[in-house]
């Protein structure tokens, strides 16, 4: 049977985690069990199966080791992780969650310690935003359909560059909902709306989440998190209160991504 296997620590993060990893558990219909990397003053297997209220392995070694080969594990579907131990307004995405997210090849989901996900029932709706790259629409495909077949509304949406806005977007018509007709086309699915937003990417990505009450944002990325690349994750990560769901690029090995992101600095968690 397919698992969901959420890191769990001993920290403030422990809660929002265990309650979303619960979520998408019971939404994706999968097993859920937890791991927890031993590292001084931490609590024992008890104790934290306890808390998070489904069984809760520990183990010791290195933490992103430990916690990259189980996430890499065939039978695991989603990987669930604290984005960082404590609350703040736009705080970077600690190093454990980054270095996991650039070296798995299992979709993870980022969960800030605001999240609420989780606290309110279902899962309802999901924010899918689309640049229009074939490669990104593949990428995000398989998980995606899951989730649509599973119940949740996945709501797409397109943000143009205000120095290149098509010249229809203010004059909404036939122009603009035919763009749209061929957009959906291309990229959504059978019956998804489409929401169009112009301005910096993720501030209108973060926008549109808000006005559609969604409960999670999705994202296809290429996992790189090197200076100048992946703005929109990093700033994705550092929210409050939504959690992320990256869906990794197939094609980067988790070898591979590892190596790649070796030189990149990275917050303290």
Known sequence: MALVLAAIDDSPALTPTARAAGAMAALLDAELSGIHVTEPGSSHAGTLTSRAGFPVAVVSGGVVPRLLAAIEAPEVLLGVIGARDHLGPSTPAGHVACELACATSTPLLVV???????????????????????????????????????????????????????????????????WRHEFLARHGRPGQRLELRSGPVWQAVLDCAVAEESDLIVLGWAQHLAPGRATVVREALANPILPVLLLPDVEVTPRAASSQQAAAPLPDR
């Open 112 to 178: 800030p310690p605001g999240s609420p996900l989780g606290t309110h029932g279902a899962v309802g709706r999901a924010l899918l935003p689309l640049d229009g790259d074939p490669h990104t629409t593949e990428q995000t495909r398989g998980l995606v359909d899951r989730l649509t077949d599973a119940g949740v509304e996945l709501v797409a949406t397109h943000v143009f560059d205000p120095r290149h806005l098509p010249r229809y977007l203010d004059a909404p018509g036939y122009e603009l909902e035919s």
